[in-house]
């Protein structure tokens, strides 16, 4: 994610990776362009089946794009996947494709589609075997000890994987899902709250912290 910063911005360190907002408040560098997201949704824990499948396939679709396109898309995506209901997805027929492809609403790729239809089967699949989707996904959360000490600037630029991120893509792929790379991988354990990679010192790095202490982990 690139941003640049706003008016009533100031820069609080470029290795620090934060920004001062208006009211002297850290933040991470890219939060200008995507406000709401930053400071209400990203990092929080997710522990629901459908929004954790939605977030896989989305940033699936953002895949050679940048995430904020996807997130203008969003609710247009929504309303073309059913909302993402797993067992609606998964039954798409060559119909779907079609009508999919035909939508201006989200990125018509016609790989990327296939692909959302085919992780939901996969989905199916997985949670019918172990019980639940979030409850698979979040065994793959890293241990504390396997978390750097400290995130800024040069550790976000120099990590676009984890070595937990290339675990669950190898699961993932290993049981036929697609555009599950490991780069892709990080991004979701990132938004979800599988890992807290809001910029330490950043005023949301505490509040994602407490949440995820908070967080009972699904089974």
């Known amino acids: 994610m690139n941003a640049e910063p706003q008016a009533g911005v100031v820069m609080a360190g470029k290795e620090s990776g934060l920004i001062l907002d ?20 990203w990092g929080r824990p997710v522990g629901d089946d459908r929004r954790l499948y ?46 999919l492809m035909g939508n201006a609403g989200i990125v018509r790729n016609r790989a990327k589609i296939l692909s959302a239809i085919n992780n939901a089967r996969r989905a199916r699949e997985l949670a019918d075997e172990t019980g639940s989707l979030a409850g698979w996904l979040w065994r793959h959360e890293p241990a504390a000890h396997d ?36 780069t892709t991988i990080h991004a979701f ?3 979800v709250g599988m890992v807290n990679e809001h910029m330490s010192g950043c005023v949301c790095h505490g509040e994602v912290e407490a949440a995820r202490a908070g967080f009972r982990r699904p089974r």
């Open 54 to 99: 939605e977030k896989i396939c989305l940033e699936g679709f953002q895949a050679g794009m940048a995430w904020i396109t996807i997130l203008r898309k969003r609710e247009a995506f929504r309303e073309a996947f059913d909302d993402f209901d797993v067992e609606r997805v998964a039954r798409y027929t060559d119909a779907d494709v079609e009508r």
């Open 189 to 191: 354990m990132q938004a």
């Open 147 to 182: 978390r750097p000490a400290a995130v800024d600037r040069g550790y976000w630029d120099n990590n676009p994987t984890s070595a937990a991120s290339v675990e669950l893509s190898r699961a993932l792929k290993r049981r036929g899902w697609t555009f599950v790379g490991p």
């Open 22 to 41: 208006a009211q002297g408040r850290p933040r991470c560098f890219w939060q200008p362009s995507m406000p709401d997201y930053h400071d209400h949704e």
